[in-house]
């Protein structure tokens, strides 16, 4: 038995997984203690309003809310209003605009033909090779399902700039769902529920935190030494930072924005990918776009430029490769024997998550830690029983994003 300074909660992370999870702990009366580095709430989905033209800003880049989990639709949609919104991604390839997902009307455009979907079909079929039976890399899966052409017009220096190394030494299953669609839908994404919030993400996180349980800490780095004081830690910082990079640092991508103003509307679209590897940028996006009830006359665009993480960028995308899978393990391994730590998010889990899978975990975590007898009944003075760690989601290869809106 472990005798604790405290029954309070410590969450690290202001963004979706440590906002959900303090939530849920605090209204089934634990009081909560959440901590940030940054200067605000809501992580890499904060949003704000540009003062100059109105428009609501996706500060690190666009997050397109969509999903088939009906419970997680619901739980956000308590906190904000949802507005519909589909999200229709162009591309820009040796000077001419098509349609991504690849699709019906990409394919008759790109080839300059009239095919109906059965002909589509066909014909692409006869541009694959066929001679790829069983695809290792992501040039070999897209070369085995779309053929030469397509791939190098959309695919190939996209890849290259997003990755920063050739598609021919990145594992297929990066693209192992290629979106290839034999009709004219455009939509980029398929869930059910797909939409906006009204006055943006932040004011959602900020609404999730409203509760007199929870006492939020920005610009203030938690140590891991802190942890003595609390009951337990949720930690959605990056796996590797907690352990202070013992085995060397993860592998990450991260993104520079380049922001510019336009008094108009500058490319008609939310997201205009860029495919050709003399682009720098691999995308440009428009952000009034991303609220089509609003009507604002100016305009703030992003050129997004992907790099290699340093030690003082922000981590976006986590590249597991085979050495960082052998670094992952090593991590994991220590994060099994914190026995009141809980690892949860994108880089706690260092995975790539769409926010209805982060929500839906940080709930499915929070549920976890009330089953057990001694966190249903929050009270400093009792002694806890020795928790075991939850169990970390398995080391698997995401769909990471290609091309895609976070």
Same mark, same amino acid.
């Given at each position: ?12 992370? &202001? ?24 200067? +605000? ?11 100059? #033209?109105?428009? #609501? ?34 591309? #820009? ?12 009307? %990409?394919?008759?455009?790109?080839? =300059?033909? *009239? ?10 079929? !006869?541009?694959?090779? %066929? ?8 040039? !070999? ?53 797909? =939409? ?54 993860? =592998? ?13 509307? @500058? ?22 776009? $991303?609220?089509?009830?609003?009507? +604002? ?6 050129? !997004? ?27 994991? *391994?220590?994060?099994?024997? !914190?026995? $009141?730590?809980?690892?949860? =998010?994108?880089?706690? %889990? ?23 007898? &001694? ?26 994003? @290609?091309?895609?809106?976070?």
């Amino acid at each position: 038995m472990i005798k604790l300074k405290s029954g309070k909660i410590a969450v690290v992370g &202001a963004g979706l997984s440590g906002a959900v999870i303090g939530r849920e702990l605090a209204e089934a009366g634990h009081e909560v203690e959440v901590f940030d580095t940054r200067d +605000h709430i809501a992580g890499n989905c904060h949003t704000e309003r540009d003062r100059e #033209t109105g428009v #609501t800003v996706h500060v690190y880049g666009p997050h397109i809310f969509h999903t088939d989990d009906r419970e997680v639709w619901d739980y956000v949609n308590r906190f904000e209003q949802f507005m519909p919104y589909k999200n229709r991604v162009k591309t #820009t390839s040796n000077g001419q605009v098509y349609s991504l997902p690849i699709n019906l009307h %990409t394919i008759n455009q790109f080839f =300059g033909k *009239a095919l109906r979907p059965d002909e589509a079909r066909a014909f692409i079929e !006869e541009l694959s090779d %066929t001679t790829i039976a069983d695809p290792k890399t992501f040039e !070999e899966q897209a070369l085995r399902f779309i053929g030469r052409e397509l791939y190098q017009a959309f695919f190939e220096g996209y890849t290259k700039k997003q990755w920063g190394c050739s598609p021919a030494e990145l594992p297929a299953s990066i693209l192992k769902r290629l979106p290839v669609r034999f009709n004219y839908d455009d939509n980029y994404f398929f869930h059910t529920y797909q =939409g906006m919030p009204e006055n943006g993400y932040t004011e959602m996180v900020g609404r999730i935190l409203d509760h007199p349980n929870i006492t939020v800490h920005l610009q203030t780095r938690f140590h891991r030494d802190w942890g003595g004081d609390f009951a337990h830690t949720f930690y959605s910082g990056p796996l590797d930072g907690y352990f202070d990079y013992e085995y060397g640092r993860l =592998g990450y991508r991260t993104l520079d924005f380049e922001r510019f103003t336009y008094e108009g509307d @500058y490319q008609g679209c939310a997201v205009m990918n860029y495919g050709d590897a003399s682009v720098p940028y691999t995308r440009i996006t428009e952000h009034k776009h $991303f609220s089509p009830w609003e009507k +604002h006359s100016g305009s703030v665009c992003y050129r !997004e430029y992907a790099r290699a993480c340093g030690p003082d960028d922000i981590p976006y995308y986590p590249i597991r490769l085979v050495e960082d899978k052998a670094q992952l393990a090593q991590y994991l *391994a220590r994060a099994a024997q !914190e026995p $009141f730590v809980t690892f949860v =998010g994108r880089l706690g %889990t260092y995975r790539y998550l769409d926010m209805d899978v982060t929500i839906r975990e940080a709930l499915d975590a929070a549920r976890l830690f009330l089953s057990v007898p &001694a966190a249903r009944a929050p009270d400093p003075k009792r002694q806890a029983p020795f928790l075991k760690p939850f169990e970390l989601p398995p080391v698997i290869d995401t769909n990471l994003p @290609y091309p895609r809106a976070r």
